[in-house]
């Protein structure tokens, strides 16, 4: 079961002052949130569960170990806040406070991740300042660092498989196929590329290099940023 730590009444507190403090709310945005606040938190449980890094987890007093959400923790924030804003532009059609929440989470965390985007149940994002999430086919465990770009060229936009990583400043662009199980390196350019399973790529496009790794080594460099269970 997942702890907040934080009450619902104090999380439920300080996103509406957060908004109201930079924008406005009125009495039917605070019941929309209200009303989809339960939904937002069942997704963050559902994708933390999977997340591996230290901070998601807490020791109980019994030795075992249960799933944590700290509103305080920036990363954390972020993807709650694009959950709710997902969540309410799915159910309730309140397109101005999709925005005003999609602005807030912009304007915390220095992420771009806009509302309608579908980003997956399962995905990380650490020190996302500077990260640009856009159209794209999203598979789950998907990960992303500072600097990052999805997003479109010439109305075409990219299909990312199964456990795909992108590590810091590193760009998908277009008409490109990530495959299951990628790494994408630290500052590489991806346009309109194909890239296949178990690879680690580097560089910039055209001149793009391809490294085909096994399952075991995906595995290992996964746990070596922490990323999924």
Not at 14 to 43: G, H, P, T, V
Not at 159 to 177: H, P, Q, R
Not at 188 to 212: E, R
Request: charged fraction near 20%.
């Amino acid at each position: 079961m997942m702890k907040i730590t934080m009450s619902i009444e104090k999380l439920l507190e300080i996103i509406k002052r957060q908004i109201n403090n930079i924008y406005y709310l009125n009495k039917n945005d605070e019941n929309d949130i209200e009303m989809c606040l339960s939904s937002s938190l069942i997704r963050i449980e559902k994708c933390f569960e999977r997340v591996r890094n230290k901070y998601y987890w807490e020791n109980t007093d019994c030795g075992e170990k249960n799933v944590i959400f700290n509103p305080l923790h920036s990363c954390q924030y972020t993807i709650f806040l694009y959950y709710m804003s997902n969540e309410l532009y799915k159910k309730t059609g309140n397109i101005t406070l999709c925005d005003r929440i999609y602005g807030l989470n912009k304007m915390l965390s220095s992420a771009d991740i806009f509302y309608a985007i579908e980003l997956p149940e399962i995905f990380f994002c650490e020190h996302p300042v500077g990260s640009v999430m856009g159209r794209a086919k999203y598979g789950n465990y998907f990960a992303f660092l500072q600097g990052c770009t999805v997003g479109g060229n010439k109305g075409s936009y990219p299909n990312i498989g199964e456990n795909v990583t992108m590590l810091s400043n590193s760009k998908v662009i277009g008409n490109s196929n990530i495959g299951n199980n990628v790494i994408i390196s630290a500052n590489t350019y991806i346009k309109d590329s194909n890239i296949p399973d178990y690879s680690i790529v580097f560089g910039q496009y055209p001149n793009l290099s391809i490294k085909k790794v096994d399952a075991e080594k995906i595995f290992e460099l996964n746990n070596l940023f922490y990323i999924f269970k």
